[in-house]
């Protein structure tokens, strides 16, 4: 049974920081496309950050470039998202997402930056 558990959301100062991870089991992770997605109140999800496999390749919305960083550790099937310099707009239900074969979606953690 695939799972991803999503941890690490809450609340959190503008100019704040926070640290996401994502647990994976239930299929190979190695060989696995991770990505963070986020959703914000009457928005569409939107894709955040993304990591290759073997993590050397990443890729980020052009609104958190400089702020997030995505990571993975793929001995403990855990792909991680940095946030620094949180603001306002970053306040969203974040979700991590695998691409190995199929597409699997975590249940998502609420990030709520104030002011």
């Known amino acids: 049974q695939v799972q991803l558990v999503e941890s690490g959301g809450g609340l959190v100062q503008r100019g704040g920081s926070l640290r996401l991870s994502c647990t994976a089991s239930?299929?190979?992770?190695?060989?696995?496309?991770m990505s963070w997605y986020r959703q914000a109140p009457g928005k569409e999800r939107e894709s955040v950050a993304a990591i290759t496999s073997t993590g050397s390749g990443t890729g980020y919305a052009d609104s958190v470039k400089g702020r997030f960083t995505i990571s993975r550790d793929n001995d403990k099937n855990t792909v991680y998202l940095q946030m620094n310099n949180l603001k306002l707009e970053d306040t969203a239900v974040y979700y991590c997402?695998?691409?190995?074969?199929?597409?699997?979606w975590g249940q998502g953690t609420q990030v709520t930056v104030s002011s």
């Open positions: 997402h695998a691409n190995f074969v199929n597409q699997y």
């Open positions: 239930g299929f190979n992770f190695r060989d696995a496309f």
